[in-house]
């Protein structure tokens, strides 16, 4: 997402409060046989350390080109090929074994018809038996409720948040940079893109933790295979 | 005894031609507003230009021939007052103070043998940085050409002073020796992969913030040089 051109420059402190994500990522990654791509890879703050601690090479996607400057600075001298486009209409050059989208950034994609383009493209872009992770919140009335509104600061961040319910979207902005938008999807509609993509769940967690997914998680981890 | 101090006269002169990284490193000590200490100080061949440019440094080196010249060419510079000399190692440098900059230029970190070694120099770096404190410096990575271009041939790099590289890839060494009117040393020089560099650093508890080709911070892209900026979380 271009408008992340202005969030850049921020980002990393910003995302400080993102879920402890890391490791569940190099886990899956140590597991995958073969090439692994992360889309909406940004500035590497999942990518580096997963190319750093397993070694393998990675190639990571991104619509934002202030957003990769800061992650090929930062990775230089490691086998992270970084690659501005869209997640919309990315090409492989060979099937993946894996295919991540941490982050939550799945949650850029606008409704039913863009997220399922995706999910179809990545499903394209797999082996058979290749896999399909990604993370996104669970929409929560009480959460909307307490921070509709409201200005935060987040390590120095100053953003505001706007909820549209109507639209399953929260609008995240700041001074001087472009507006985010996330649309949030409930767990039917993750399930059925995955059905109309043609891949299988392996699992549905409630967080990084890998404990189960309950009426009070907050988090969708997903991991998903195109069948052997 | 240090290698270095049979060579500290032969030091400057041998080195003269060294220059593109010492506007690199005064600029990132300027930006941190000092005090920097900087790991192998050496003749001061960048502490003296950073002291001139107004900030003071603490500099480290475990050769006190190497000070002794650094600090009469401070006194010369009439910038002796901003340098705090100490003789001492780089994994247990003698630093009490706690800074926003650590540098370590010209690729000081070589001296180190194992993984071992670099772990406890990165973490003793670390623990003399600041929380935000940046460690900068720079390391080389030779590629087969490079090898095969002075590989164990005298070659005059400065008028009167010759210098041979004995590279072994194997063991990932490089041997240089270095002989002039006034003296002549062996030191060794243990060198790895940037992707190495990355994981101790990590492992060090600092955050690789650029990995630079050059001290004009092109970003890396594969050659011998490596410049790094890395932040104390």
Partial sequence: MAEYDSWASVYDAWGGGMPDDVAHYVRLAREADGPIVELAVGTGRVAIPLVRETGKPVLGIDSSAAMLDIARERAAGLPLELRLGDMRDFELDEPAALVYVPGRSLLHLRGWAEKRAVFERVSRSLRPGGRFAFNAFAFSHTVAASLDGQTLDQNGVVHTLHYAVGDSRVDISRDGAATLHLWWATRSEWEGLLDVAGLGVEALYGGFALEPFTDESHEFVWVARKPS | ?233
């Fill in chain 2, 1 to 233: 005894m240090s290698a270095y101090d049979a060579i500290a006269p032969l030091y400057d002169p041998w080195s003269s031609s060294v220059v593109e990284d010492i506007s690199f490193y005064v600029d990132e000590a300027l930006a941190s507003g000092g005090p920097v200490v900087e790991l192998g100080v050496g003749t001061g061949r960048v502490a003296i230009p950073t002291a001139m440019a107004g900030v003071d440094v603490i500099g480290v080196d475990s050769s006190a021939g190497m000070l002794a010249v650094c600090r009469q060419r401070a006194d010369e510079a009439g910038v002796g007052g901003r340098l705090d000399l100490r003789l001492g190692d780089l994994r247990t440098p003698p630093v009490d103070e706690r800074v926003q900059l650590v540098t370590c230029p010209f690729r000081a970190y070589l001296h180190l043998r194992n993984d071992d070694e670099r772990l406890e120099a990165l973490s003793a770096t670390r623990e003399l940085l600041r929380p935000g404190g940046k460690l900068v410096f720079d390391v080389f990575t030779p590629s087969r050409e490079d090898i095969e271009e002075t590989h164990g041939r005298w070659i005059e790099r400065e008028p009167g002073i010759d210098e041979r590289a004995d590279w072994d890839l194997d063991a990932r060494t490089l041997t240089l020796s270095v002989r002039g009117q006034t003296g002549e040393s062996t030191m060794t020089l243990w060198w790895l992969e940037p992707a190495r560099w990355h994981v101790l650093l990590a492992e060090a508890g600092l955050d690789v913030l650029a990995c630079y080709g050059w001290f004009d911070r092109r970003p890396y892209a594969g050659g011998e040089d490596s410049v790094w900026i890395a932040l104390r979380k």
